[in-house]
């Protein structure tokens, strides 16, 4: 999967913690986000039902989306 760049927006305090932690992990910022956005996205598909609801809006599949951002399941 190729990366892409956007701008986030945090507020100063969540900004400076994530600094902080990522300092202390000696890890890259994008990389703990990355890990973030991971898990939560595990959290949705564990908790709703999008299958149904992205059949119901006709666009993307939900099989797609796990290829897209490679989630097995």
Do not use: Q
């Not at 910022?29 to 598909?45: F, G, K, N, P, T």
């Not at 908790?47 to 993307?60: N, P, S, V, Y």
């Amino acid at each position: 999967m190729t990366a892409s760049t956007t701008t986030l927006r945090l507020p100063e305090k969540k900004l400076r913690a994530l600094r902080v932690a990522a300092g202390l992990l000696n890890r890259p910022m994008s990389r703990i986000v990355e890990d973030l956005l991971d898990e939560y996205l595990d959290d949705i598909v564990d908790g709703f039902e999008i299958e149904k609801a992205l059949k119901e809006t006709d666009e993307i599949s939900w099989e797609d989306i796990k290829k897209e951002w490679d989630i097995v399941g």
